[in-house]
């Protein structure tokens, strides 16, 4: 499976899972993962052609802004639906997983937050681990590093 057939599978997975979930953020999330294939055959059918590269580049960009759109679903929701984004990039593209956790340890490291794409990543670790009582050590830690990236502005 190429690269681009496993991040189209993630989003729709992760689309799958969210489908009845009553909140209409998560439900523009749920059509537009669901919509990821027809959406880069489109954009490979028009003139000049995008390359698979690019597609991939491009849907790699949508997974990484992904969290932040999930900032904007209900509370009630968030956690659900981080979680679904998760285990769909963790059964289909668990590489960039990996990719993102090394990101997410480099905040921890230097114990502080240096751009809002880190903020971001922060954030959305938050939403995954709220919940999970034996991660209340590791959630503080997050609250901590979102409390004073944002008391700097």
């Given at each position: ?7 189209l ?5 992760f ?30 059918s ?26 904007a ?20 593209y ?10 997410l ?6 114990a ?5 794409a ?9 939403d995954?681990v ?5 991660r ?6 997050l ?11």
């Amino acid at each position: 499976m190429t690269k681009t057939e496993r991040i189209l599978a993630a989003y729709e997975r992760f689309g799958v899972a969210i489908a009845e979930i009553p909140d209409r953020h998560a439900q523009t999330l749920h059509r537009v993962s669901s919509g990821a294939r027809e959406f880069v055959a489109g954009a490979r059918s028009l003139d000049p052609k995008s390359t698979t590269s690019q597609a991939s580049a491009g849907l790699e960009q949508g997974l990484r802004e992904t969290p932040e759109l999930i900032q904007a679903i209900a509370p009630e929701w968030r956690s659900a639906v981080a979680r679904a984004f998760y285990d769909a990039l963790a059964h289909n593209y668990p590489e960039f997983l990996a990719l993102e956790s090394e990101r997410l340890k480099r905040v921890l490291a230097r114990a502080k937050i240096r751009s809002e794409a880190e903020y971001h990543r922060v954030r959305h670790e938050v939403d995954v681990v709220e919940g999970d009582p034996s991660r209340h050590g590791e959630l503080n830690e997050l609250y901590g590093l979102i409390d004073a990236f944002d008391s700097r502005a």
